[in-house]
């Protein structure tokens, strides 16, 4: 074959796998590619599924998700990666993946921010526009926002002062900003590891404490290396699920349309779910013989010091992940939650 038969033929496969997937009917078919960390077999995935089953029927067809479960495709920089090449179009992620794209969603994860879930929900709401407007603008839609869940300080031992949870080996996420500036004000020099690295480096102990959400110690399995639970949660992590613009822009506004109107719904029956799914895995990890600690020592002085750390790291990040403005604004909004809602209480175990 001539050298312009190699070519003819290199423009026809490229043309192909740029166009969207074309149906019995004729009709142009987008065909939206993504993947999670989240595990298979939860009622979170159940629901998921069925809101990609929803987009399907109610767009006739034109638009399907294709969803690749439990890490398949690597973690969320794995998947992030693999969206810039083109072999995926988006997915679920969680504060550090969407942070990847626009730091400033993360201004919401700052340990020891929230106490409770109704002020997650209406600061997050406060700022809904904006992150939706910055994602745009880095390429990306927004078809739906989730709450992930309330983190708990899992260890080894119980946690019942400063200066022994300053000798633990902490684990966090592989390129954490807030983790790693949060454990460096509390005086704690962590270990970034993978999510996928978790499990070996507990049962190795290389690492002997971390924080996650009740139904990520269970999915994981890392509860079964844990013995303890602190009383009080940590932070709230974001999550959200995106698509590239470029995809989205292929899906005709019609379709985009019925798509976010069953978003809407479909998520915030998701943060219901995620709600219910952590307060059972709690039950699970109290019952597998993991025990709360409660009334440690020196308990107001060592909280104060966490809170003020708290509030030192979120004015470090400051210039690295978001603007003052836009942490002034997150702070001016819970502080307005608070104020119409005194009676709104700390979140924790009973």
């Known amino acids: 074959m001539s050298k312009s038969g190699y070519a003819i033929l290199a423009a026809v496969a490229i043309l192909m796998f740029m166009c969207p997937e074309v149906s019995e009917a004729g009709q142009g078919k987008v065909v939206v590619k993504m993947a999670t960390i989240a595990p298979k077999g939860s009622n979170f995935m159940n629901a998921y599924e069925d809101l990609m089953r929803q987009i399907k029927m109610k767009t006739n067809g034109e638009v399907e998700f294709k969803v690749y479960w439990g890490g398949v495709q690597g973690d969320e920089k794995d998947v992030l990666r693999k969206i810039k090449l083109g072999q995926l179009h988006g997915g679920g992620f969680m504060g550090p993946g969407l942070g990847e794209i626009v730091p400033e ?34 390429g990306f839609i927004v078809i ?83 013995k303890y639970i602190g009383e009080f949660p940590t932070s709230n992590i974001v999550g959200a699920t995106i698509v590239t613009k470029k995809i989205w822009d292929r899906i005709s506004p019609q379709n985009q349309q019925i798509i976010m109107q069953v978003s809407r719904s479909s998520h915030a ?81 009973q």
């Open 269 to 349: 029956r998701l943060v219901e779910l995620t709600r219910k799914e952590d307060a059972q895995c709690m039950q699970i990890l109290l019952k597998s013989g993991i025990k709360v600690v409660r009334n440690a020592k020196n308990l107001e002085k060592d909280m104060k010091y966490i809170v003020d750390a708290s509030k030192r790291t979120r004015e470090n990040l400051v210039g690295k992940l978001y603007s003052k403005e836009l942490l002034d604004r997150t702070l001016a909004l819970r502080d307005e939650f608070r104020r119409t809602h005194p009676d709104a209480g700390v979140i924790h175990i």
């Open 144 to 226: 739906g926002w989730m709450d992930l869940g309330f983190c708990y300080c899992f260890s080894k031992v119980p946690l019942t002062s400063l200066e022994i949870a300053q000798k633990q080996k902490w684990w966090t996420l592989e390129g954490e900003p807030i983790g790693r500036e949060m454990f460096r004000q509390i005086g704690v020099s962590p270990i970034s590891l993978s999510i996928t690295d978790v499990a070996t480096s507990l049962s190795t102990n290389m690492i002997d404490a971390a924080n996650t959400t009740p139904y990520g110690a269970v999915a994981f399995q890392w509860y079964s290396r844990f």
């Open 105 to 138: 969603v993360r201004v919401t994860e700052i340990p020891y921010f929230f106490r409770n879930y109704e002020e997650v929900a209406y600061v997050r709401a406060g700022l809904k526009d904006t992150m939706n407007r910055l994602f745009e603008e880095k």
